[in-house]
């Protein structure tokens, strides 16, 4: 089973920015898909953007011209850059993975606050 450890999270201003990082143990990151979900307080688990193998890149619309999904292969690594944030973005952010099965991380708090 594949191990996702994400950092990154924490409190920032509307309008300012966020980076993630999810890092994988797995030796064929390459092959994963791999992507970012949230849950705010009462919400469902939702979509927010996903990077395949050969790099395709899909976002949610919530999201789209503010956040960009990005990895970097020789690092087992996932990135979301996340500006302009508002305080609608305030969730968990869980790393996702998939090849032949889903992985979770644990989950990284993210509070968008004046």
């Known amino acids: 089973q594949v191990q996702l450890v994400e950092s990154g999270g924490g409190l920032v201003q509307p309008g300012g920015s966020l980076r993630l990082s999810c890092a994988a143990s797995t030796s064929m990151f390459s092959r994963y898909s791999m992507g970012w979900y949230r849950q705010a307080p009462g919400k469902e688990r939702e979509l927010v953007a996903i990077i395949s193998s050969g790099g395709s890149t899909n976002y949610a619309i919530s999201v789209k011209g503010r956040f960009t999904i990005s990895r970097d292969n020789a690092k087992n690594t996932v990135f979301l850059q996340m500006n302009s944030l508002k305080p609608d973005d305030t969730a968990v952010y869980y790393c996702?993975?998939?090849?032949?099965?889903?992985?979770w991380g644990q989950g990284t708090q993210v509070t968008v606050s004046s």
């Open positions: 996702w993975s998939h090849l032949y099965r889903e992985n």
